[in-house]
């Protein structure tokens, strides 16, 4: 397991201990152990079905084992690495589901789950269900803009990690999140879409 050594003044995992993940079952273990609930919320606040929730979320996490060694702190967090992880699985999901027969081969290999897992999973997605739909809301701004609102506004990062998690400079993300904020509010004059929850409409503003 990783301990106080590993980690610099920020709480972050140097980018040495992090790659171990690929290769050692207790890092890996403390790991997603630290970070699953994040994943989880992430992914429920973009999907309503527990089982894909709990499919998309596993999925996150053996994509982590492929890349930990590409982790840098100067990058970010832990978590918007990781939710950068989380939008390229979703993204491959959504391609993955327009194809029928991909979807249903996919559903039948799918784990099961026991109705204790399905229960957390559905309170999970129900208290999720504001950013599903502040996602939703924002699906009518231009795909570059509207990643950076949504990491910022539905998902709480600051400016500078949802950069690190699309793989942008801050600068450009700071350009993108002005536009999208000022199209939101736009919109929102406008009545063509839903006031957000308080605390998002704090970060969208």
Do not use: K
Not at 28 to 56: I, M
Not at 119 to 136: H, N, V, Y
Not at 157 to 168: E, F, K, M, S
Request: aromatic fraction near 4%; include cysteine.
């Amino acid at each position: 397991m990783t301990g106080p050594a590993d980690r610099g003044g920020t709480g972050r995992l140097r980018p040495g201990p992090l790659a171990r993940i690929g290769h050692d079952p207790d890092a890996l273990e403390a790991f997603y152990t630290e970070h699953v609930t994040a994943v989880t919320r992430f992914v429920a606040r973009r999907v309503a079905d527990p089982h894909t929730v709990a499919d998309l979320t596993a999925e996150v996490f053996l994509a982590v084992i492929d890349s930990a060694h590409s982790y840098r702190p100067s990058r970010g967090t832990q978590v918007a690495w990781l939710y950068g992880i989380a939008r390229n699985v979703i993204a491959g999901e959504r391609r993955r589901a327009a194809t029928e027969l991909r979807a249903a081969s996919r559903a039948a290999g799918r784990r099961l789950l026991d109705d204790d897992d399905i229960a957390r999973l559905e309170e999970r997605i129900d208290a999720e269900s504001p950013g599903r739909a502040a996602c939703l809301a924002l699906a009518g701004l231009p795909p570059d803009e509207r990643a950076v609102l949504e990491l910022v506004a539905v998902d709480g990062l600051p400016v500078t990690d949802a950069a690190g998690a699309l793989g942008i400079r801050p600068g450009t993300a700071r350009v993108r999140l002005h536009r999208a904020r000022r199209a939101a509010q736009q919109a929102m004059s406008r009545g063509a879409v839903p006031e957000f929850p308080p605390a998002q409409m704090e970060r969208l503003i």
